[in-house]
């Protein structure tokens, strides 16, 4: 069903999405790519304000997820949902980004490959492309697309997609940092636009607090101690695995820059998440019967102003598409550099073939998840992300703890395990992230003790 929006809305909408394009384009048109390092990392040459811009905009794609959880559970949807990602942020800026640069390498699966070898770093490059490939962010803004215009889904869908590989182009990284620039401050100008005319129009926080049950400002959400573990270690996993933090990191001008950066960031994402949140619970109080995933959009289309819905839709589109191009790029240079071989990077057809192919298969997998894309994050997201993140972050703070057919092993133990529980026992033991989690970690805690011993008794034979 079509919105019920201006044309001059429309047109502001239009506007900002051209001046989009063009202004990435010609931005990238300045400065060339000559090498590998300037494609994947823009020449390592991420100032702090670039930096944050990319970080910021990237990490915050699912507005949607955010507004529809914050629509049902007020408050707690920071503390539950948000807290956790801050506090990996922090921790990732503490424990890997030194470490990590210190490796100096270009992408997440190099640093497995200096540990772990060829074979695991190709293993571990096709489940990163896997779980990085923006099924959600996809559909996101095809959801966006065919509310604007009326269309088909598949097909707006694939109207974003054209869009974002059109200003992505061959250009690498730089293209993702420029855009991502005046998306971040659309971003920001629509979600704290929402929250001052929802202030001025009905009140300040007062006004929430009188409308809204008690349930809406209870901080943890009378969520058990185990739930609010499991998403926190989610929150863990996610940011230790999210080839997009290191492919930032890694582009920073200084290690110093990176790590500022990212607790700049962190205070973006609270006033983000603040604004989201409050704005949910304004829409609560407003539109208590709508759709969740449609509250808070709807009533933001509701209370602005002719003209100011363009630019929140604006901001909408941007908050999505600085997300999707974001991860299509990085599972196109996963397959490009590190599944097909680096020397293919600096070949305009590859770089071509390699946007495409994610785009296509992007299109595909979002089509087919379309009506049940919690199947999604069970059978891709969990098996690609936990199995292989507890060796990865072990091997980060402590180093080489495995052999290469141990670290596979781990790996694939878990896998097998995670299948047996969800798709042959009649009901599963426990969650699949949890035995996932708890047999690569078991697995991984074998292997080193077993290669402890087996140092000992080397050393204790070469002494005697």
Known sequence: MPLNISNLDLLVFVILTIVTLFYTVILCKRRKEKNTVDYLLFGR???????????????YG???????????????TIVVYGIGFYVAAIFFMIFVVEKARKIYTFTLPEIIEKYYGKTSAKIASLMIMIKAL???YLIGIGLLIQKLFSLNLYFAMLVGLIFVVTYMGIRGFQSIVYSDIIQFVLMYFSVIMVVVFSFTTYGDYSFLMSHLDN???????????SELFMWFFISIITTFMSPIFYQRCFAAKSVKVAKSG?????????ICDFCTVIGSMYAKVILPNSLTHEAYFNYALEILP???????????????????????FVCSSTLIYDLMGNKLINNNFH???????????TFFVAGYF????????????????????????????????????????SISLSCMCMIVNDFILSEPLAKSFYIGASICFLNVCVFTIFNYLCRIGFSERYAS
Request: charged fraction near 15%; aromatic fraction near 14%; charge should be neutral.
């Open 370 to 409: 379309i009506d049940s894309i919690d199947k999604f994050y069970i059978l891709i997201k969990s098996y690609c992300g936990v199995t292989l993140a507890v060796p990865l972050i072990l091997t980060i703070l402590f180093g080489k703890i495995l052999k290469e057919m141990q670290f596979i092993m």
């Open 134 to 136: 923006p099924v959600t």
């Open 262 to 270: 990212i607790i700049i960031s962190v205070i973006f994402w609270m």
């Open 45 to 59: 040459r991420l100032t702090l304000p670039l930096f944050v811009a990319t970080l910021v905009s990237t990490w």
């Open 62 to 76: 699912d507005v949607f997820g955010v507004t529809q959880i914050a629509f049902e559970r007020g408050i707690s």
């Open 306 to 328: 002719v003209g100011f819905k363009g630019i929140f839709l604006s901001g909408i589109a941007a908050t999505i598409l600085s997300t999707l191009d974001s991860f299509l």
């Open 351 to 361: 770089k071509t073939f390699g946007l495409i192919t994610v785009s296509i298969i």
């Open 215 to 225: 349930q809406y400002f209870v901080i943890d959400g009378y969520e058990t101690l």
